[in-house]
């Protein structure tokens, strides 16, 4: 069974940084596309990153660039995201998801994501 464990978040002021966790059980993630997610209240899940640690690829949208970047331990089998400079407009649930897709390329939108952890937050105060 495939599992995803997200950990990492909490409170922090506007400017601060965290780091985030993903453990993955049942599945080497070295082979597949890590992607993290975020939803704020009352807006649409969005997709911050991913990564795919066999061919170097990783994806931010432009929004995000130079603020956030995510690594992967495949020793540990867990993916990272680091968050810079953060502002409260980053206050959301974050979420890890894992693509079982064979690609080189990682995929965008949440329906490509096969398996999911179940959140952490993120708070952000001014």
């Known amino acids: 069974e495939v599992q995803l464990q997200a950990s990492g978040g909490g409170l922090v002021q506007a400017g601060g940084s965290l780091r985030l966790s993903c453990v993955a059980s049942?599945?080497?993630?070295?082979?597949?596309?890590l992607g993290w997610f975020r939803q704020a209240p009352g807006k649409e899940r969005e997709q911050v990153s991913c990564?795919?640690?066999?061919?170097?690829?990783?994806y931010y949208p432009d929004s995000l660039k130079g603020r956030l970047t995510t690594s992967s331990d495949d020793a540990k089998n867990t993916v990272y995201l680091h968050l810079n400079n953060l502002e409260p407009e980053d206050t959301a649930v974050y979420y890890c998801?894992?693509?079982?897709?064979?690609?080189?390329?990682?995929?965008?939108?949440?329906?490509?994501?096969?398996?999911w952890g179940q959140g952490t937050l993120v708070t952000v105060s001014s």
């Open positions: 049942g599945i080497s993630i070295s082979t597949y596309g």
């Open positions: 998801a894992l693509d079982r897709s064979v690609s080189v390329h990682c995929s965008a939108g949440s329906r490509e994501y096969d398996f």
């Open positions: 990564i795919r640690s066999r061919y170097g690829t990783v």
